[in-house]
């Protein structure tokens, strides 16, 4: 089956369309010029800039490290290679916890600076007046609950999420919570399969899962890790759709070895 790429700009009712239609939506992260011009061309609907940026371009263990003044460089760039997609910009850590004036500001500039048409942002129930403020200013907001990454201190690692009923119905309450607040979408990361098709049946708004199996309405991953670019740990949920990590490795030893051997450059690449 080929699928048919669309010309059309992907927006927030788009997406809520594909929710009503039962389209699903394909989201990919990117950080630079380069790939995100190759994701937009390809058709992808949702481009996020991620804070994962802080380990897979800037190598930090986790995302903690990540300031708003690297992610909007990272959003500046990926703006100028984007016509097609949707273009989210995640809210680093410290960015949008500390008052709701900061996080006014900080959206604000991932929209007024960076270009961004949208902003994430993890957690439940203490983002909800946040998220309510960003939504009364016009600034769209996608949700983010499950495994959420900045809390990773707290959670104990990169583990499922959901997994027994109480915590299955405080997941289920808190994207409730923020579908009524005016998120447009939630990202539901690492949680089992039956609680994701549970929440996405109850939402109107589409559910993005990573790591939450095949029943939300939309998927993500990041780019590095499916294009096989990040080597450190490779999560069961990631599907490797190339080995670009070894192709390069490659290419840079037969570089090497060329110049080492004098096999490069040729007459017909010299003047
Ligand atoms: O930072 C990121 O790339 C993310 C995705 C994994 C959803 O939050």
């Known amino acids: 089956m080929s699928l048919q ?19 699903p939506i394909a989201m990919l992260t990117a950080y630079d010029t380069l790939m ?12 996020l800039v991620g804070d994962s940026g802080g380990m ?59 270009g961004a048409e949208a902003v994430k942002i993890e957690g439940g129930q203490p983002v909800l007046p946040i998220i309510e403020r960003l939504v009364q200013f016009g600034i ?12 990773i201190h707290q959670l ?8 027994n009923s109480q915590a299955a119905e405080r997941l289920k309450h808190e994207a409730q919570l923020l579908q009524e607040a005016g998120v447009f979408s939630i990202v539901l990361e690492k949680v089992p399969s039956i609680l994701a098709k549970e929440i996405s049946e109850q939402l109107k708004i ?4 990573i790591g939450a199996g095949k029943y939300c309405d939309g998927q993500v991953l990041v780019s590095h ?15 490797r759709y190339a080995e670009l990590g070894k192709a390069m490795g490659k290419a ?13 450059p040729s007459d017909d690449e010299s003047y």
């Open 56 to 114: 897979v371009m800037a190598g930090h263990e986790n995302t903690l490290a990540v300031t708003m003044d690297e992610m909007l460089h990272y959003v500046k760039s990926v703006r100028r290679a984007v016509k097609h997609a949707l273009l989210v910009a995640d809210m680093p850590f410290l960015s949008y916890q500390i008052s709701t004036e900061e996080a006014i500001r900080n959206a604000g500039r991932f929209l007024q600076e960076g």
């Open 140 to 151: 769209p907001v996608m949700g983010h609950l499950g495994l959420t990454p900045q809390s």
């Open 156 to 163: 104990g690692g990169y583990l499922v999420q959901g997994k």
């Open 206 to 209: 589409p559910t993005i899962g």
């Open 252 to 264: 840079f030893e037969q570089y090497i070895s060329d110049v080492k051997q004098r096999n490069f």
């Open 225 to 239: 890790d499916m294009l096989g670019l990040y080597e450190k740990f490779k999560p069961k949920f990631v599907r």
């Open 5 to 23: 790429k669309s010309d059309k700009k992907i927006s927030i009712p788009t997406l809520l369309r594909m929710k009503e239609n039962r389209e």
């Open 36 to 47: 995100a011009g190759i994701l937009d061309q390809s058709g992808i609907d949702i481009i």
